[in-house]
C-alpha cells in the first residue's frame, strides 16, 4: 500500500501540459504575419467581342519603339542587338521625351508607345527585369514633372489613401487635369502575346 501512494506523488500531472500547448499553438498562429505577395500588378483591357470586328489601329511607327526577346533571352531593341538590359531605361526615356526634335524618336509622350514581346521560351528573369527597366523610366519621368526622384514618385504612387496634396503632385506629374480626365503623359506600355518559340 505505501508502494502504491509512492507512485502516485512521483508522477507528473500532464493534464495542464496540452493547455499549454494548446495556448502557444494559439498564440503563434495569432501572432505570425504571412507575406502578401500580390504577384506583377496589370490591368487588362476586357475581353473583345467576337461579334465585332477588332479596331483599325494605325500609329505612325516613329512613335512605336520595340523590344523583342527571343527564347534563348536575346535581346533586340529597335532592331539592334543589346547585351544589356539595364540600359534600356534611359533609352525609353530619351525616346519618350523627344518631343519631335530628333526624327527617328516619338512625336510627344502622348503619342509614344512602348512595345515589349517575348517568345513563350523566354525566362520569367528578363521579362521582369524589363518591365523594372520600364517601369523605372516612366517613375523618372513623372518624378522629374514634379521635382521628385522616380523612387520617390514610385512611393507616391504606390500610396494606397492620397492626402489632396499627394494627389494633386500625382495628377500634375501625369498630365492629368481634372477628375475623370485621361492623362496627358499617359504610360503606352503595350505588352504583346508571346509568340511560339522561335516564331
Do not use: C, H, W
Not at 45 to 71: A, G
Not at 75 to 87: M, W
Amino acid at each position: 500500500m505505501a508502494r502504491s501512494s509512492l507512485r502516485g506523488k512521483n508522477e507528473i500531472n500532464a493534464g495542464s501540459m496540452a493547455d499549454i500547448a494548446f495556448l502557444l499553438l494559439i498564440f503563434f498562429l495569432v501572432t505570425t504575419t504571412f507575406p502578401n505577395d500580390r504577384g506583377i500588378l496589370f490591368t487588362l483591357p476586357p475581353k473583345p467581342d467576337p461579334n465585332q470586328p477588332p479596331p483599325d489601329i494605325t500609329k505612325n511607327d516613329r512613335n512605336i519603339f520595340k523590344i523583342l526577346v527571343n527564347s534563348n533571352d536575346q535581346l533586340l531593341v529597335e532592331d539592334e542587338p543589346l547585351e544589356n538590359v539595364f540600359l534600356i531605361k534611359d533609352m525609353v526615356k530619351e525616346f519618350v521625351l523627344n518631343n519631335g526634335r530628333n526624327p527617328t524618336l516619338s512625336d510627344s509622350p502622348t503619342e509614344a508607345v512602348v512595345s515589349f514581346k517575348t517568345d513563350r521560351g523566354s525566362s520569367y528573369e528578363i521579362f521582369i527585369d524589363i518591365l523594372d527597366q520600364l517601369d523605372a523610366a516612366y517613375n523618372e519621368m513623372y518624378g522629374e514633372r514634379i521635382g521628385m526622384t522616380g523612387d520617390e514618385f514610385r512611393e507616391l504612387r504606390n500610396t494606397i489613401n492620397k492626402t489632396p496634396e499627394q494627389r494633386a503632385q500625382y495628377d500634375e506629374a501625369r498630365g492629368i487635369e481634372g477628375p475623370g480626365s485621361k492623362p496627358t503623359f499617359p504610360k503606352n506600355i503595350s505588352i504583346a502575346e508571346p509568340s511560339k518559340v522561335g516564331g
